[in-house]
């Protein structure tokens, strides 16, 4: 059950809030080495910044950045009061910080010549910059402390991207990051003309060097009883009587029962592998993991054992149960979900948190019953990165019957 939460403060501006997109022309285009596409900070991303366009003059110079930045947005349609709109921004590094000049001087590209190429390796900034998060920025709307010393020790968030609409409210955040080359071509007479090239990289946050195998596993007990006449040898489908109805209403000792403790440990850390992906603004998402496919594939019932002397009956470990983003018994994949989870995190104006939900259902002698309850978890990225990978720019949207999502945003009355 992930939950999102936007930081927001009354901006009066335009409704869009477009994220980065892959943009290469044939003036420029950024093209990374290999298949990589997921790094961390400190990764170096090396690649090349292409021109095939031609071009002549005694002044050209080339940068290429790397850019970071969180964003949010709700739109409330008022109806004829209007419509107002609510924005969060936090730019992570500075106009200077990891910039690359690789090319100042005179350049020619004739007609139908060669392709100009520049090669690069720009390095993940391993910290967020102080100054620039804190630029246009009151510490009231962020979750996160604003002081120089507290930025310079946070963790860069990952990749994130949620939106969805409720009523006549929308609403968008985002966390991306992208390199960006610009060449600048110095005009005979005229203004300096600049091309503009941008590709988005995924970013992940360092996990555990190995996988987990300690989940920090909580407990919860539950003791059960079940009252029937039908425990009774003989009567398991037998019709009850009246007095045996009146019994059992009025919850006489003299109705069987069978009583049993319920043990359950769930994990308040997990591993996601992959590119992770989730949702956005005190935003309550349910993801059912449909683990009654775990109990069907037994072909039998669960027999619960009973008498002093019986062991307990380990049901996670009988059904193999194991949570993943992809599949609930590691050889079943989900039917109803097929997005990918984001890691927990929490940056300057989204925080992003998860819950584990488990409902279990006892039948015994026709009778039932239900237990549920909630823990809090922490979602970890996958350790190690994959070796390839592309970002998602699809949206998570309401109204699924497997998600529920609610929003509440902090904002300035």
Not at 80 to 88: D, F, N, P
Not at 122 to 151: H, I, M, W
Request: some cysteine.
């Amino acid at each position: 059950m992930p939950t999102a939460t936007q930081y927001l403060r009354p901006w009066d501006t335009q409704s869009k809030m477009p994220r980065t997109v892959s943009k290469g022309t044939p003036f420029l285009e950024i093209l990374l080495d290999g298949e990589q596409r997921t790094y961390q900070a400190g990764n170096t991303i090396t690649g090349r910044v292409v021109r095939n366009a031609p071009v002549v003059a005694a002044r050209a110079w080339l940068a290429i950045q790397v850019h970071g930045r969180s964003k949010s947005k709700k739109t409330v349609s008022r109806g004829k009061a209007g419509t107002s709109i609510y924005r969060g921004r936090f730019n992570f590094f500075g106009p200077d910080q990891n910039r690359q000049q690789l090319f100042d001087g005179p350049i020619h590209i004739p007609p139908g010549g060669a392709v100009k190429e520049w090669p690069f390796a720009v390095t993940v900034p391993s910290r967020l910059d102080p100054s620039t998060v804190a630029t246009g920025n009151e510490q009231k709307y962020s979750y996160l402390p604003l002081g120089p010393q507290d930025v310079a020790t946070h963790s860069m968030p990952p990749v994130f991207y949620a939106s969805g609409i409720w009523m006549a409210t929308t609403y968008q955040c985002y966390v991306e990051y992208f390199l960006e080359a610009q060449l600048h071509v110095e005009a005979a007479a005229g203004p300096t003309n600049i091309d503009t090239a941008t590709l988005p990289v995924n970013i992940t946050p360092p996990s555990t060097p190995d996988m987990i195998t300690d989940f920090d596993l909580s407990r919860h007990s539950f003791l059960c009883r079940l009252s029937t006449h039908r425990f009774i040898p003989g009567l398991e489908t037998a019709g009850l009587s009246l007095q045996q109805r009146t019994q059992k209403f009025f919850g006489s000792s003299k109705v069987p029962q069978f009583a049993f403790s319920l043990q359950i440990k769930a994990s308040t850390e997990m591993i996601c592998p992959g590119t992770l992906r989730s949702h956005t603004a005190d935003e309550t998402r349910r993801v059912g993991f449909e683990l009654e496919s775990a109990i069907a594939q037994l072909g039998a019932p669960i027999v619960l054992p009973s008498g002093e002397k019986a062991e307990p009956l380990d049901i996670g470990a009988l059904l193999q149960l194991r949570i993943t983003s992809a599949t609930p018994l590691g050889h079943r994949p989900f039917s109803s979900y097929t997005g990918q989870l984001y890691p927990s995190f929490e940056t300057y104006n989204i925080k992003h948190s998860h819950r584990l939900k488990w409902d279990l259902t006892v039948t015994a002698g026709g009778e039932s019953t239900e237990l549920s309850n909630e823990v809090d978890i922490t979602l970890l990225p996958l350790s190690g990165l994959p070796a390839s990978d592309t970002i998602d720019g699809g949206d998570w949207p309401i109204g699924k019957e497997h998600y529920e999502e609610h929003g509440n945003m902090g904002i300035e009355d």
